[in-house]
């Protein structure tokens, strides 16, 4: 295994020193580190329309915008969708052998419009029964303009598969961006947990949703090949009474299908699925979660579902964070919080993955639950049951860095930079997993920090 450059010391470990000393990290509350390295300062602008990132591909009516999800609570489904600029069949042929696509699967289409923005004919099949560990071979479109791509499915559900995850949010379509998606690209990630807030169109006029293509044909060439798990952020609610769009979530909900019926859910905006040897549940900060709402309802449900003996990591994904102590978004994840946080700790949440705040952040693992109004038990205490939080709002979206941390450090943040990047989670075995964050460092990727995750379930 390579040596890891552990930045918080400056000072390259191999790895069972690093081991220690992440051992020893979980267990104290040390002073947290406020990463000293600055980042060369640009401009994060938008790829230009015409940058070959975002090129149509060859052909009459080609599929473009490729990108496949989990189809089902198990993960012997995908979900594949792609736009076609004229009408054509929602159909997939797929096989296990290259060119021999002896199955074929047919789905549904839909279209949108937003203020005078007419999207394309947005295709979603379903590929059931898959077979687990297994690479397909599959194909869209016909003729000259057919396209073929592959996927790899997860081995089946059980409590010691290791698997890798990548992390990324916020991530929008700026030279930033692009460094981030190709630093992912080159890594290995199997499938990504993606944290909200996908293309940013909403900061051009009146939604200018021909953002929301280029952002769809940037990805492809990771989102056609592996599964991305959907979570929605602040930018895809799109509410805009103004110009007389009132549906939130409308672009989204056409164009990113999640099987949130698998998981008994009644919103695409939260939803749970198990890959692997992992639970993982995908919340919404912008759905009601007061007691008695529907989401709050599912969750409830959901978490007592749970089997730690099937699935030993349990992973939130959620867009708003509820620990950060970046100026930018302070507290505005308290009052979720507030209403979940108990749930977390009993449940023994290994992580919750979080974005909104454009810069990396990693908590100890702490609680703060058990404040009751009347007494003085307010602060984030040292808890052995509590998630790890890390924000990683730090994909490189065209609104720039959050640098301006509050100031001192609160003592549950463990570790925060104002770099972009994107985070690997490494599962290793039902007890133990390696969480790396990648800064780009102005174009080279490197491991800004790095973490032992001990299982909650077989630790705590
Ligand atoms: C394949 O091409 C034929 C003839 O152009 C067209 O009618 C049909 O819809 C196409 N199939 C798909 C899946 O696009
Ligand atoms: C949509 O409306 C905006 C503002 O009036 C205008 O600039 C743009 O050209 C229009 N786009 C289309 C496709 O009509
Ligand atoms: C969803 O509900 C149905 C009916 O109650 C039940 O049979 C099924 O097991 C549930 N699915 C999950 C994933 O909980
Ligand atoms: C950082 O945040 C503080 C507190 O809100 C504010 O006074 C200051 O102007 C901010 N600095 C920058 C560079 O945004
Ligand atoms: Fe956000």
Known sequence: MKTILDATSGSVLGIVGLFLVLLLNDKACDAGITSKYVRRLQASIDLPLDSPHFSIPPGHNAPEQVHITQGDYEGRAIVVSWITPSPSRS??????????????????VTRYT??????????????????????????????TSAREFSFTTPPKVGPDVPYTFGIIGDLGQTYDSLNTFQHY????????LFVGDLSYADNYPFDYNVRWDTWGRLVEPSTAYQPWIWTAGNHEIEFRPDIGETVPFKPYAHRYHVPYLASNSTSHLWYAIKRASVHIIVLSSYSAYGKYTPQWVWLQTELAKVDRTVTPWLIVLVHSPLYNSNVYHYMEGETFRVQFESWFVKYKVDIIFSGHVHAYERSHRISNVAYNIVNTNCTPILDDRAPVYVTIGDGGNIEGIAGNFTEPQPAYSAFREASFGHAILDIKSRTHALFYWHRNQDGNSAVGDSYLLLNRFYSA
């Open 185 to 192: 690209l080159s890594s290995k990630g199997k499938t990504l």
């Open 114 to 143: 937003f203020f005078n923005y007419t999207s394309g004919y947005i295709h979603h099949t379903t590929l059931n029964d898959l077979e687990f560990d297994t690479t397909y071979h599959y194909k869209l479109g016909n003729g």
């Open 91 to 108: 159909k997939v042929v797929y096989g296990i052998t290259i060119g021999k696509y002896d199955h074929e699967a047919t789905g549904s």
